[in-house]
């Protein structure tokens, strides 16, 4: 192939000449709607990328493990940490699931510490876990100083040497303000405490990371991609600048910072985001001058989103926490914590967290994700998204710089407006079904009941306070609840409305419109009537009311509806609740509505706010 023969044979093909063949084939329809993407994240996404898109990336003449460290830190290898996330409080209990997780595979482990106050709760938690091996990462505790110092006696005691444990310290002094509405200990105060955890590892713990930046906070509460990445960024620089003004070297305080990224569904957009924030977090720390090159690597953490999640077809979860899991091993995490698919409507259990774990662990073992470094790099389309999320996640950077800085912006509500309005986007895409979250609104498990399977007793770790504060909260929620409380609501009533079919004429349109009504009333549990096909309006009536039906959905062809719509009016006006008509005929919507037909149900229908008004005219609501 020296000499290129076998490709002399394929002439290359322009970008010009690809567009002509596009354009034709489009027969006249805009290219830009029916091509390109127009992402949330504020950028356009074309349909394709070739190699000449890729001529003005700088950094893709570095290798793994160079600065900037956009394709990893890792020269020859992708080696992950596969960690579990374990909210039990009580240190026994705790401790039970722990050693289990690390005999399932887990090198990693995440505790809630509120408990752990004196000598015995830490042997408890810590019970037959082999320090040396296996990190350890302190998600909350009522004192993160206090807690350590308990650490390292623990250590003496067991004749551990503390400079062989390596884990975290999950101290964020903006996530307690976002979650709380104020800073704990005041904001100088903060400062002060992240100052002091930073010398004592640095003296008793140099293998633990003491600063976390919880990005996962932005998705969680709804932002795009673009703006948890920014405002990570901003909020890591903060701690950066008042500490090194404090007195603190650079390299010590970025070498003491987690990254925790929320990973949602958006497959390459998570992908390209992990490799934009060390590019762009080298290029804030190299500002800094720090002593050491290790100030510029970044540990970068990735926990499963909750935002994406859904208590309805919980199963699912499974299959969104794969892809999201395969994308930020792909983009080189230094450690993944999964979730448990049951985690929005309960606590995990043993089975729960042993699925979790060993999604990783496929992927590791079976699909050899952790042997190549860098497998994403030269992929056209990746690279460009990795430039795109690091150019709009800037200008999020410098918004926040603008305002004088992180703890200065969520003080003028920058932040939380900024994420709010997207968060509102993000709704409203839900509401239309434009997004799709699979099982709660579209296509539903019409036997599924969660009623009596909801049991979740402590919905917050970090018991955030209900009062407010001088900084606006930022609300965490999950993207599936507005449609999920509208089902519960038909699970509490006792009843279930019944949805009658009413199909006719052309096959192919009645079975799609009858799929679409079935899709749209079994999202908030209504009893579904479907039926094979009637000859007659009047046929279809009489079933309809036989069947004691509460409302009558038409479901047939734009051409055939000014068949059967007035005599199917007149049969059930006054006698069921509501006559819908699956479509909309806009030249005759005005005259069956005088007719009699209640509401259109189709694409464009609002499907949270039509089905609210289904469930108040029920009486469930």
């Known amino acids: 192939m020296e000499d290129n023969k076998l490709f002399a044979e394929f002439p290359p093909v322009s970008t010009q000449q690809w567009e002509e063949v596009i354009n034709k084939d489009l027969k006249g329809a805009d290219y830009d709607k029916k091509l390109v993407w127009k992402t949330i994240e504020g950028f356009n996404v074309r349909p394709y990328y070739r190699a000449e898109d890729l001529e003005n990336l700088s950094y893709l ?298 999604q990783q662990i496929l992927l590791k073992e079976e699909s050899y994700f952790d042997k190549i470094a860098d497998p994403a790099a030269g992929s056209y389309y990746i690279e460009n998204l990795t430039d795109s999320i690091a150019q709009y996640a800037w200008k999020n950077f410098l918004a926040v710089e603008e305002k004088g800085g992180f703890a200065q912006a969520i003080r003028q509500g920058f932040v939380q407006d900024e994420i709010e309005a997207t968060a509102t986007k993000r709704n409203n895409d839900i509401a239309m079904r434009k997004t799709v979250i699979l099982g709660t609104n579209q296509y539903p498990n019409l036997k599924d009941e969660m009623l009596e399977k909801i049991d979740k007793k402590d919905k917050c770790c970090c018991c955030c306070n209900s009062e407010e504060g001088p900084i606006r909260k930022l609300h965490q929620y999950r993207g599936a609840e507005a449609f999920e409380e509208l089902r519960l609501a038909t699970e509490r009533s006792g009843r279930k409305p019944k949805v009658f079919l009413l199909t006719y004429g052309n096959v192919a349109m009645r079975r799609a419109r009858a799929g679409f009504a079935t899709n749209f009333f079994g999202v908030v549990g209504y009893e579904i009537i479907d039926n094979v096909g009637f000859a007659t309006a009047q046929e279809g009536v009489e079933a309809a009311l036989k069947a004691n039906a509460d409302i009558v959905v038409l479901c047939s062809s734009d051409d055939e509806y000014a068949e059967i719509v007035a005599d199917a009016c007149k049969g059930l006006k006054g006698k069921v609740k509501s006559i819908v008509l699956a479509g909309f005929p806009k030249e005759q919507v005005e005259e069956f509505k005088a007719a009699g037909i209640d509401e259109f149900i189709h694409i464009k229908t609002n499907a949270l706010e039509c089905l609210t008004s289904f469930q108040k005219l029920m009486g469930l609501m």
């Not at 020859?76 to 996330?85: L, P």
């Not at 901003?234 to 970025?254: I, P, Y």
């Not at 299959?319 to 450690?335: C, F, K, N, Q, W």
């Open 61 to 358: 003449n570095t290798n793994p493990a160079e600065f900037p460290y956009t394709r990893g830190k890792q020269a020859h290898s992708n080696v992950w940490d596969i960690r579990q996330d374990i909210k039990v409080k009580d240190p026994v209990e705790a401790n039970r699931f722990a050693v289990d997780a690390v005999k399932g595979g887990c090198n990693s482990l995440g505790f809630c510490a509120k408990q752990v106050t004196d000598l015995n709760a830490m042997a408890a938690l810590l019970k037959d876990i082999d320090l040396t091996k296996v990190k350890i990462n302190f998600n909350c505790a009522k004192d993160f100083v206090a807690l350590l110092k308990l650490f390292v006696e623990y250590l003496g005691t067991e004749g551990i040497d503390p400079k062989s444990v390596q884990g975290s310290v999950n101290f964020d002094m903006f996530k307690h303000a976002l979650n709380h509405g104020d800073f704990c200990g005041g904001e100088e105060g903060e400062y002060a405490l992240a100052k002091s955890l930073i010398e004592f590892a640095d003296s008793n713990l140099p293998g633990f990371r003491v600063l976390t930046v919880n990005g996962n906070l932005f998705q969680n509460a709804g932002s795009s991609i673009v703006q948890e990445l920014g405002f990570t960024l901003a909020a890591a620089n903060d701690l950066m600048a008042n500490l090194t003004d404090m007195g603190v070297a650079s390299e010590k305080v970025a070498k003491n910072m987690v990254f925790s990224f929320a990973i949602g569904s958006n497959y390459f957009m998570e992908m390209a985001k992990i490799r934009a924030a060390r590019m762009l977090w080298s290029k804030i720390v190299e500002q800094y001058k720090p002593a050491c090159d290790c100030a510029y690597k970044v540990f970068i953490h990735a926990a499963s989103a909750v935002w994406n999640k859904s208590m309805y077809d919980a199963h699912v979860n499974m299959l969104r926490t794969t892809t999201e899991t395969m994308s930020v091993a792909i983009a080189g995490a230094d450690s993944i914590a999964v979730a448990p698919f049951d985690i929005a409507y309960k606590e995990a259990d043993d089975f729960s967290y042993r699925i979790a774990r060993n």
